[in-house]
């Protein structure tokens, strides 16, 4: 994994490279960012030219990091306890190992659903364990098996639980020699402050929309058109760009669900309502928080569209040909309190609230809101 290879962020890999070039890699970072774009495959880049750097044979190392097997390379990611797990066993990376390798060798751009798919969960939460960073903290103690760096990325580091965050915090404060740790956040407000004063934070942006465009065309072979609507329509994440290429994708069912809740809202259908509740209950947390922030996202292009400006609106075809009828729903008058209705939504239901609860009363406050004009 080369810096070339990740998509667009130009101004972010010329600053690594600076870094690197004037030997001032802090021994902590931490990659901020949304979804999609890019903050891993960055991480994993810096990783692979540190340690071939490094390393006393750089071809024995580059090797080594194309299977991503490198010795001295150690991942660390949120885990799930498996049925065939003993009772007192805590769940750790190398349970996985794997399946990891396996996803990260198709897409380095990964996502928390294309992981809990992976690994075989259902409706658990992904944790990083204390046991985790007991593990890491013994392969960190160790000598370089390279003769170079030993480098560990934790990949959703705000997934830690207060026993593991605690332990990371003792490593990062006293870290063994010649290692460097790079965290890859999506919500770093949920992490401990004094993790994130030891760390140096690199703040991704969004992907630029011409760099997806290009991207697509060259990556993925598609047209001017579709990669140009494509890119437009993502807002920056290469994984939903990848998702709407493909049929049946997880964003199609989730505008199925929107479409059938606004309906059922303006019919005042509060029995079917109920229903569709228990319908989305089924999907999981972790699914059913995507699904909100889908629906935040629809809010807002809805409510854009009111505006009649195309260079404004960032929708599918099929999307906005709902909202050519639905828009009007969507004004001044309830914008805001739809959007924290949902924001609300999706905060009760990451803090374990019984999701029928959550979305049944969602459900019977969006009746009320779908109304004001």
């Known amino acids: 994994m080369e810096f070339s290879d990740v998509i667009g962020q130009e101004e972010t890999k010329r600053r690594l490279q600076q870094m690197m070039n004037d030997e001032r890699i802090p021994h902590a970072l931490m990659f901020c960012g949304p979804q999609g774009c890019g903050k891993m495959p960055l991480a994993m880049a810096l990783a692979t030219q540190l340690l071939v750097d490094s390393a006393e044979n750089k071809e024995n190392a580059k090797a ?96 830690m ?88 994708n997880e964003n199609q069912e989730f505008f199925a669900m929107f479409q059938m809740l606004m309906r ?33 996202k629809q809010v807002r292009e809805n409510f854009i569209y009111n505006f009649h400006n195309p260079e404004l609106t960032y929708m599918t075809g099929e999307e906005e040909a709902f909202a050519q009828k639905f828009s009007r729903f969507i004004n001044e008058a309830n914008v805001v309190e739809i959007a924290q209705l949902l924001q609300r939504a999706h905060r009760d239901i990451g803090q374990n609230a019984n999701p029928k609860v959550v979305f049944y009363d969602m459900a019977l406050n969006l009746i009320v809101l779908l109304l004001r004009k």
Request: proline share 4%.
């Open 264 to 296: 059922l809202c303006y019919m005042r259908n509060v029995k079917d309502l109920k229903r569709w509740s228990e319908a989305v209950t089924a999907y999981g947390r972790e699914k059913d928080r995507r699904m909100l922030e889908y629906f935040i």
């Open 64 to 159: 080594m990091l194309r299977k991503w097997e490198h010795p001295d390379l150690h991942f660390v990611y949120p885990t799930i306890k498996l049925p065939g797990m003993s009772s007192d066993h805590q769940p750790v990376s190398s349970d996985f190992i794997k399946e990891w390798r396996q996803l990260i060798a198709e897409n380095v751009y990964i996502t928390i659903n294309q992981w809990m798919k992976q690994i075989g969960a259902t409706t658990q939460q992904a944790v990083i364990t204390g046991a985790e960073s007991d593990e890491l903290a013994r392969h960190l103690s160790l000598k370089a098996s390279q003769g170079g760096k030993k480098v560990a990325i934790v990949w959703l580091p705000e997934r």
């Open 161 to 248: 639980n207060l026993t593991s965050a605690n332990k990371l915090l003792k490593l990062l404060e006293e870290p063994p020699k010649d290692t460097i740790f790079i965290m890859v956040s999506e919500e770093p407000e949920k992490l401990l402050e004094t993790i994130r004063s030891r760390t140096q934070r690199i703040n991704i942006k969004s992907i630029e929309t011409q760099a997806i465009e290009q991207a697509l065309k060259e990556k993925r072979g598609v047209d001017n058109e579709t990669a140009h609507r494509t890119a437009r329509t993502v807002n920056g994440n290469w994984n939903k760009a990848l998702e709407i290429l493909q049929a049946g």
